[in-house]
C-alpha cells in the first residue's frame, strides 16, 4: 500500500512539474509576442501562431482564419498608425491560455480595416485599453480572443457620426 502511495506522489509531483514547465513556456511565449508587437518583425511574431490560428475579435465578431489573414490584418493596422505605443498592464498564464492586457497609443495615420468595420484615418492621437485570451496547442497559439470596444475606438478617433 505505500509503494502504491509513493508512486502516486511521484507521479503528482511529475505532472505538477510539467504543467509548471508549459505555464512558464507559455509566458516565455507571450512576453515574446509583446516585445515583436507593433515592430518590424511580424514574421517572428507569426512564427508564434499555429498555421492554422483563429482569432475573434468579440467587438466586431470578425474571424481571422490562418497567419495569412492575420498579417495582412497586422500590416493594416500597424500601417494605420505607425507611431504606435504599449504598455503592459497585466499577464498570466496557466498549461493551456494565456491572458495579456495591454494599453495601446498612437496618432491614427491611415485607415484601420476591421473586417466588418472600417476606421479612417483622422489624425487623432488615441489610447486605448485591450485584453487578449490566446490558447496554446503544442506550444504555438491557435486561438486568440481580442476584446476592445469599438464605439471607444470610434469616439478616440474622432469617427464621424452616422
Not at 500500500?1 to 506522489?9: C, F, L
Not at 505538477?16 to 515592430?39: G, P, V, W
Not at 492621437?125 to 475606438?153: A, P, S, W
Request: proline share 1%; hydrophobic share 35%.
Amino acid at each position: 500500500m505505500e509503494t502504491v502511495k509513493e508512486e502516486t506522489k511521484m507521479s503528482n509531483a511529475a505532472d505538477l512539474q510539467e504543467r509548471e514547465k508549459q505555464t512558464q513556456a507559455n509566458l516565455l511565449t507571450m512576453r515574446n509576442y509583446f516585445d515583436l508587437l507593433f515592430s518590424k518583425h511580424l514574421d517572428k511574431l507569426l512564427e508564434l501562431m499555429d498555421d492554422n490560428i483563429e482569432w475573434l475579435m468579440v467587438a466586431t465578431g470578425d474571424v481571422i482564419k490562418g497567419k495569412e489573414m492575420l498579417a495582412k490584418g497586422a500590416k493594416n493596422h500597424w500601417a494605420a498608425s505607425p507611431n504606435r505605443t504599449k504598455k503592459l498592464v497585466n499577464l498570466f498564464a496557466n498549461e493551456e491560455y494565456a491572458s495579456m492586457e495591454y494599453i495601446s497609443g498612437g496618432t491614427l495615420t491611415g485607415d484601420a480595416d476591421f473586417g466588418s468595420t472600417k476606421i479612417t484615418a483622422t489624425g487623432a492621437k488615441y489610447e486605448l485599453q485591450v485584453c487578449f485570451v490566446f490558447h496554446f496547442t503544442n506550444g504555438k497559439i491557435d486561438r486568440v480572443h481580442e476584446y476592445f470596444d469599438m464605439e471607444t475606438v470610434k469616439r478616440i478617433t474622432n469617427q464621424p457620426k452616422g
